[in-house]
Structures are given as C-alpha cells and as structure tokens.
C-alpha cells in the first residue's frame, strides 16, 4: 500500500540556469549560462562562511543542472517525463502506510486491529509451540482505476515461546502487505486437570512478607509465579510409614520423586514442599511483527 518513490523536490533545471523551457533553449546557451552562473555562485568569492554555505548549494545545483541539460538522451528523457521521483525514506513510507490504512479502516466502519484469542495448554506454556491460526482480515486489491476493498483468510505461524503467561499478546502488523488490518492474538491459559501455575496462597503471601521486611525484594516474590503447584494425596499408611511419591511433571514421560518423612509434619499440617528449578523459566522474550 505504501509508495516507495515520492515526487521530486528539485527545481527545473531550465530554471536553475534561467533558460528558456525545454527545447527553445540550445545546446551553446545552455553553456555560456552555466559559465555565467558558475562564475557568479562560486564559493571561493564567499566572504563569510554564511555565505559560503549557500554559494556551495547553489553551485553543486547549477552544475547538476548543466549535467542533465548538456546530454540530449537526459534531457529529452527529461523533457519528457520531468524529475524521477526521489526514493521515499523508510519511515516515511511506513508512516504514510499506517496513515493511509487507519483512513481506510475508518471509512469503512472497522477496526484498525483484529484481537482474537490463543488458547493454549499448561504444558504447550510451558514446552513451547507454533501455531497456525486462520483469521479473517479486511484487505485492500490494486487495480487498473484505484484499490478494492475486501476479506482473505489468512493464516498466522503463531509462535509461543515457553514461559509466556495467560494474556501475553502477539501482534502481526499489515506493513508492505494487502492486509488493512493488523491482527494480535492474545495467549489463553486452558484450565489443567491437575497442575496449578503459580505457588500456593499460603507460599506468595509468606514471599510478600519476607519481601516487605526487606525493602525491595518485590522480584523474589513474584517468581513465585513461574512455580507449578500439584496436589498430592497420601495414604495414613504411607503418612506413618514414610513413602517415595512419583510427582508427574508438565515434560510428557518424565516423573520427579519425592521422599516424605515417617510421620512427617508438613503432610500432617498440609503443607508445601518445593522442588527447585522444576518451574516454569523466567521469559522476556517478545513476539511482534512490523506495522
């Protein structure tokens, strides 16, 4: 949608050398003007560095002026079509796209960004996934008279990276494609069967405490977050006697042990018991696509 060449900003060269314009003007006058010019707008008889500055733009503009009239297959082709246009800076093109796209959206009565939502499993948070999500998007068709509104299906490789939490967002921008909306999917955590993200109510509050005391230890508590909490039942026998639990894991076929203690007093109280470096990983890697 957005251009890549924008009109030019030189002046004409017929009027840079005070030429009659186009072909009137012939190939001895357009010397003896850029002799007469050149002679006049030389930096070298600049007084001051003011001057100087201004004598040197305009003398490298009188002479790209003669350059061009003073070959016949330039100046026709000049005569022909005027300046080529100049190259569009980047971010200028990219501005004028988004602008050009919001005007669009807005005419027709739709949203600049389709939001839909990714819902994923415990396990695919926390392995990692790619996804292949098919949204619906308006989009915009050249042809011959102007540009054509219009819906594709278009299908997005959404990435999940391991360790993103419920509501992460993952936007694909529209720049240099035929969308006029851009899309976001926003990262759903499916309810697990039997694991819980995040520590124990009893586990963030004591972090909170220990924290406060202190005095700015507000990271240690929310790693909390990245914990994954399993409920496990024992037996009074095994409660008695002591036990070695196999614990499952979010790692398909992998499975932790845990020893519990004869008569131990956190099972009896329903207590925690943490197992270091089986959470979730610390993540700040985000996922966007330009425009």
């Known amino acids: 949608m957005a251009r890549d060449k924008k009109p030019s900003s030189r002046r004409c060269p017929y009027d840079v050398l005070s030429l009659p314009a186009k072909a009137r003007a012939t190939g001895e006058e357009i010397r003896k003007a850029y002799h007469r010019l050149a002679r006049v707008h030389h930096p070298d008889k600049a007084r001051t560095d003011e001057e100087r500055e201004r004598a040197t733009i305009a003398f490298k503009e009188i002479g790209a002026a003669y350059e061009l009239l003073s070959d016949p297959a330039a100046r026709a082709r ?106 976001t999917f926003v990262v759903r955590e499916l309810r697990h069967a039997r694991f819980t993200r995040g520590a124990p109510r009893e586990v963030r509050d004591a972090a909170r405490r220990d924290a406060a005391a202190a005095h700015g230890g507000e990271e240690e508590s929310d790693r909390h977050a990245l914990d994954v909490t399993v409920w496990c039942a024992l037996t009074r026998q095994e409660h008695a006697r002591g036990a070695v639990v196999a614990i499952p894991t979010l790692t398909p076929g992998r499975e932790l042990k845990l020893s519990v203690k004869p008569g131990s007093a956190v099972v009896a109280s329903g207590g925690t018991k943490t197992m270091r470096g089986e959470g979730f990983v610390l993540h700040h890697h985000a996922q966007h696509h330009p425009g």
């Open 78 to 183: 000049y005569d022909r079509e005027g300046h080529a246009p100049e190259p569009m800076d980047p971010r200028e093109a990219e501005a004028e796209e988004r602008h050009a796209r919001r005007m669009f959206c807005a005419a027709l009565g739709i949203p600049e960004t389709v939001v839909r939502e990714c819902w994923c499993t415990l396990e695919e948070l926390y392995s990692g996934t790619t996804r292949r999500e098919g949204v619906m998007v308006a989009t915009l068709t050249s042809i011959d008279r102007g540009c054509v509104p219009g819906k594709e299906a278009k299908v997005f490789n959404v990435r999940i990276a391991p360790g993103w939490r419920d509501g992460h967002e993952i936007r694909f921008g529209a720049l240099r494609t035929n969308n006029l909306q851009s899309v």
